[in-house]
Every structure is written in structure tokens, then in C-alpha cells.
């Protein structure tokens, strides 16, 4: 295993699953969320969800058919899968929306590890407490935003092995996963802002966008140089970042201003 802590942990959750009686033969999860639970879940994670389609997606195509992505919200239940159809056979339990990952629905596993240790884990088929997941090999990483952990990518094989550098992979997954929800929530925060320019401060970004500078604006528009400094600060108030550059892209994204 290479970590200590990560083999105690091992040792402690097998103990948890015998106390609470989880046979290691269980044919599926012993917990899932089904119905009303199971819907209320999946819309209050559906940025997440839409996130994880269009990270995991882009890459998917690229990867050679052994992989399977599997998205949990913050306590473990499965949001969404996404892998190449070939590999869906060899998944011998059902492994449908709403199953809990937690360690006493499935015994220890990678997710119920990384959950337990608030950190990325790499889980050997051998270290999983229950049969179905005894040719697993499995990554689990915290999806974590502003600190506050919002879901559990895992990232698994069967029956393949898994190199080193997938642990790095499922690193940075899951922080493009995080930045890029964390944008989602912004731009939309921005559009229920219904964010409104005057005409002078869009003729001023759109100026700063095709790169004219202050000087040259404030003598286009007719105004003063420190008029101009103003709507650039109210410019970045507006769109909540940190930069006139930033203005300029986030404006963009909006469909705000048009550059052509």
C-alpha cells in the first residue's frame, strides 16, 4: 500500500464492517437511495453531475476501454458512470444510480476510504472487504471546493491494473472537476445577477477588449481619464473578479459584449 495510515484505516473499517455484521458475500450494496431521496439528491447535485459529464467526457474517447469513472455525492451515493459499453459486462452487481458507496452498504472500499480520510486513496482488490469488488481496482479523490468536499470521483479497473500515475490523473480530475463547477456556479450566479452595464461602461469594455487603452478611449468618448479608471473598477465589481482582464472573458462568456 505504501501509507501507513491509509493501511490502519484498512484494519479499523474491517473491524467496522464485521461489528455491524456486513457479510463480505453480499451480492449488492446493502443501502441505496431510491425515489423521492434519490431525485432530490440528483437536482441538488446537478451542476456536479453536468461538470463531471463534461471533464470526464472530453478525455473519455482518449483512454484505452479499461476504465470506469464513477461520481458519488458528498456521503457516498452514486450520482452518475461513465465508461465504454464493452466494460459493463464484467460489472458483476448492479452498480445503477442511487447505490451507496459508504462502508457499511459495500464494506471498505476506495470511496468509503477517502470520505473516512478526507484525502485521495488507491484501493487494491485485495484490501476491499466484499467479494463484488475483490477485482477492483479503484482510486477514489474528494471533489473540493472553497474547502468544503462536494462529491468523491473514483476512477477503477477490473481485473487491469492500474499504474501510479493514475493517482495523479485522478488528482488533477478532480480539481478540473472542482474549478469547473465552481465556474458554473458563478456564471450563473452572474446571470441571476441579470448584471446591468451602462452603454458607456459596454463602449468602454469592448475598447478595452480590442485593446485600446485609456488614454485613447477617454478622448474617443469624450470623457476623462480618471472617468475611465471609474467604469473599469464598477466594470470588475460588476462581474465579481479580479481583473479588467477577467472582465473581458467572463463579459465574453455572457454574451455581454461583442468583440467582432
Not at 453480499?26 to 439528491?41: M, T, V
Not at 462502508?103 to 468509503?112: F, H, M, P
Not at 491494473?161 to 493514475?166: G, V
Not at 460588476?238 to 465574453?252: D, F, M, N, P, R
Request: proline content about 2%.
Amino acid at each position: 500500500m505504501g501509507n501507513m495510515q491509509i493501511y490502519d484505516e484498512i484494519l479499523h473499517s474491517y473491524k467496522r464492517c464485521v461489528e455491524a455484521g456486513l457479510t463480505s458475500s453480499i451480492a449488492h450494496p446493502a443501502i441505496i437511495s431510491r425515489g423521492n431521496d434519490l431525485q432530490i439528491r440528483l437536482k441538488k447535485n446537478m451542476t456536479l453531475i453536468e461538470t463531471f459529464k463534461n471533464v470526464v467526457g472530453n478525455i473519455l474517447r482518449s483512454l484505452k476501454d479499461k476504465y470506469i469513472f464513477l461520481l458519488t455525492d458528498d456521503e457516498g451515493y452514486l450520482l452518475d458512470t461513465m465508461c465504454h459499453e464493452k466494460i459493463l459486462c464484467h460489472i458483476n452487481f448492479d452498480c445503477s444510480i442511487g447505490i451507496s458507496f459508504k462502508e457499511e452498504a459495500i464494506g471498505t472500499n476506495a470511496i468509503s476510504m477517502a470520505m473516512k480520510l478526507k484525502r485521495l486513496v488507491y484501493l487494491e482488490p485485495q484490501y476491499h472487504y466484499c467479494d463484488i469488488l475483490k477485482k477492483w481496482h479503484c482510486i477514489a479523490a474528494p471533489i473540493i471546493v472553497d474547502e468544503k468536499i462536494i462529491g468523491y470521483l473514483d476512477v477503477s479497473t477490473i481485473e487491469k491494473d492500474m499504474t501510479e500515475e493514475m493517482n495523479v490523473v485522478v488528482e488533477l480530475l478532480s480539481d478540473k472537476i472542482a474549478n469547473e463547477y465552481k465556474n458554473c456556479l458563478k456564471n450563473s450566479e452572474l446571470v441571476n445577477k441579470n448584471i446591468d452595464f451602462t452603454d458607456k461602461q459596454i463602449k468602454i469594455l469592448i475598447m478595452l477588449a480590442k485593446g485600446y487603452k485609456e488614454l485613447t478611449i477617454s478622448r474617443e468618448l469624450g470623457i476623462k481619464p480618471v472617468t475611465v479608471k471609474y467604469h473599469k473598477k464598477k466594470i470588475i465589481e460588476k462581474l465579481c473578479v479580479k481583473s479588467i482582464q477577467e472582465a473581458i472573458v467572463e463579459a465574453t462568456k455572457l454574451n455581454l459584449i461583442d468583440i467582432e
